[in-house]
């Protein structure tokens, strides 16, 4: 057996989340190279695999690495630059102009390796990504040993990326040619929103998308603006709009989706549609709040994301779905809507099933990729413990998480990541924060 690294993680608490609201107490999960080959009785463990090194996580909670399903990862970088904005205000006045003045591959490589630290941090594992420079955003996950899927960016107006819309196209299959077989890197297609997006280039997107077997990662009906806009301009909702264009399906990962009335809501069920809520850059720049109680209710799979740091402002999946759970309680007027164990799914196996990877990851199974995150409850804001799942969603704090690993590989140990450099990321943070906000403060003035 030389060769083959074996190992077990020994919790007082293993929390597989599939069957949901299953809590494992004082188990282990036993990983062989990148796979979970057993979940068994820590009592149990030195028979089934003596002299196995065990590492003993007392006071921990094992669950699957967190999967934040809609990313803007370079825009930590603009995190609290403009804030307190309608979303048009916010984008065409400030973000827009920010990025077209900075945006480049040192750019997207500094901010990407922010926000990989602070998802480590934060016990993600995976993030869905929609951003610029694409190619740096895989290299630089990929370096770190966390998993992503890279959108290919698609926006009818020219950006230091791309001057066309054939140059979006051509740079973006470009980009997933050279990441095509990486374990850890996936790609789907990203148009940025139907108001930004014409016709051809979605009917090329659902052909290619079709052709190449992966997602479509769209911003749709962020505001109920956007529905005057669309029937002015394409004489039909947006929704309507795409239903036309062939794209509601299973490989649509619709991202906020705010005004939807009920008919919406039983289109997007039909249909399969995976509807990605950001509760709280949707509350944040008040765009409107997702039906999240009735679309579960309809049988529509919904994850979270975070959105970027710019409008929201930290990366943080444990906060979201705490914000997630509540928000549905309030805005559906049922205490019951959203429970605990349902919260976490949206972060693991709901995540994993709109991106198709719900065989690969998601939950604690045998077979299944070792993507775990071990969370420390024996912090006195989390005592005493009566219902760890509970405790996962409405009172842990992100700071609780401990340790990492993907792929069977640790990451982070201690809070610490084992693959990035923490002195270099902050210092190239800062270095950035001199150069876009002095810009950004003149122009402001001015
Ligand atoms: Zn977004």
């Not at 139907?194 to 769209?218: G, Q, T, W």
């Not at 301009?233 to 009335?261: F, I």
């Not at 309809?298 to 990366?315: E, I, P, R």
């Amino acid at each position: 057996m030389s060769g083959i690294t074996r190992f077990a993680l020994s919790a007082s608490w293993v929390v597989p989340v599939e069957p949901e609201g299953v809590v494992l107490k004082d188990h282990s999960v036993v990983i062989e190279q990148d796979r979970i080959v057993e979940i068994l009785p820590t009592t149990e463990l030195d028979q089934r695999y003596p002299g196995i090194a065990t590492e003993s996580l007392d006071g921990h909670a094992l669950l699957p690495g967190l999967i934040n399903m809609h990313a803007h990862s370079a825009m930590t970088l603009m995190r609290g630059l403009a804030d307190d904005l309608q979303l048009s205000v916010w984008l065409n006045d400030h973000i827009w102009p920010a990025e077209q003045r900075w945006m480049g591959p040192e750019y997207v490589h500094d901010g990407t390796q922010l926000a990989v630290l602070e998802y480590l941090r934060g016990g993600i594992t995976l993030f869905n990504d929609n951003y610029f420079f694409p190619d740096v955003t895989a290299a630089v996950t990929s370096q770190s040993g966390m998993r992503a899927c890279i959108g290919l960016p698609v926006i009818n107006f020219p950006t230091v990326w791309a001057q066309n819309t054939d140059e979006y196209f051509a740079r973006g299959l470009e980009v997933h040619q050279a990441f095509k077989g990486e374990q850890l890197i996936s790609t789907a297609f990203a148009p940025h929103a139907p108001y930004s997006v014409d016709n051809d280039s979605f009917l090329r997107i659902r052909k290619l998308a079709e052709e190449m077997d992966v997602p479509i990662h769209l911003h749709l009906l962020e505001t109920a603006g956007e529905i005057a806009d669309s029937e002015r301009d394409y004489g039909l909702k947006p929704l309507a709009r795409m239903q036309q264009l062939n794209l509601l399906d299973t490989r649509l990962l619709a991202v906020h989706m705010t005004a939807l009335n009920d008919a919406d809501i039983e289109t997007v069920a039909r249909h399969g549609v995976n509807v990605v809520h950001c509760p709280e850059s949707n509350l944040k720049l008040a765009s409107g709040i997702c039906p999240v109680a009735k679309l579960i209710a309809a049988g529509v799979n919904v994850s979270v994301g975070t959105d970027g740091a710019a409008s929201n402002n930290d990366l943080d999946l444990l906060g979201e779905i705490r914000t997630a759970a509540l928000l549905a309680k309030g805005f559906s007027g049922d205490p019951e809507a959203v429970p605990a164990s349902a919260a976490l799914a949206m972060i693991t196996i709901n995540a994993a099933r709109a991106l198709g990877m719900e065989a690969q990851l998601g939950s604690l199974l045998p077979g299944k990729q070792a993507d775990i995150c071990a969370i420390d409850l024996s912090a006195p804001e989390t005592q005493p413990i009566h219902n760890v799942i509970s405790h996962l969603v409405y009172a842990t704090s992100r700071q609780q998480v401990q340790h990492v690993w993907v792929a069977g590989r640790r990451l982070l140990k201690n809070r610490e990541p084992l693959t990035l450099d923490v002195d270099e990321i902050v210092s190239n943070a800062r270095s950035w924060q001199k150069r876009v906000g002095k810009n950004h403060a003149s122009k402001a003035a001015g």
